[in-house]
């Protein structure tokens, strides 16, 4: 096998702060999660391999930070991206609320073109749970998103929905 990536994916990570987006590519590039992550400043990114239908992919994955602060910064970095997605926590009805504002800067930087990732985390604390799964699933059907929900705790989803996105 040719370890050499034939392609290389720039996936951009948005969310507002504290659903898991850091802790979801941890446990996607690194296999671990670690409890009480500090928030996110400015940007940060990592890569990893995977194949993707017989075909290595380098994943680039650029976590943003949550904070309204650094909204601006964030808007660059979706000129060039490939994909995108956007999390929210199931058990914080308000980040679920801001998505479709994420998705409105989505459009505007990148375009309508670009793939997007609708990702609800936190599914491992399912009697806080505050947004239904329905409701994650009619807003992706509504915008055309690929939509999961996934535990950056657990494992569960992490892998499959990258996955998804890059195919």
Known sequence: ???????????????????GKTSFLRRFCEDHFFPGTAATVGVDYNVRTVTV??????????????????????????RKADGVIVMYDI??????????Q??????????????????????????????????????????NLIFYECSACSGYNVEKSVLHLAR
């Open 91 to 100: 058990t914080a009805k308000d980040t679920f609320t801001a998505v479709k």
């Open 102 to 143: 994420w998705l409105i800067s989505i459009e505007e930087a990148a375009g309508e073109n670009v793939p997007v990732l609708l990702l609800g985390n936190k599914t491992d604390n399912e009697k806080e749970r505050e947004v239904p799964m329905g409701m994650g699933d009619h807003l992706a059907k509504d915008y």
């Open 1 to 19: 096998i040719n370890s050499v990536p034939e392609r290389l994916f720039k996936i951009i990570f948005v969310g507002n702060s504290s659903v």
């Open 53 to 78: 239908d017989h075909t290595q992919v380098a994943l680039q994955l650029w976590d943003t930070a949550g904070q309204e602060r650094y909204r601006s910064i964030t808007k660059q970095f979706f």
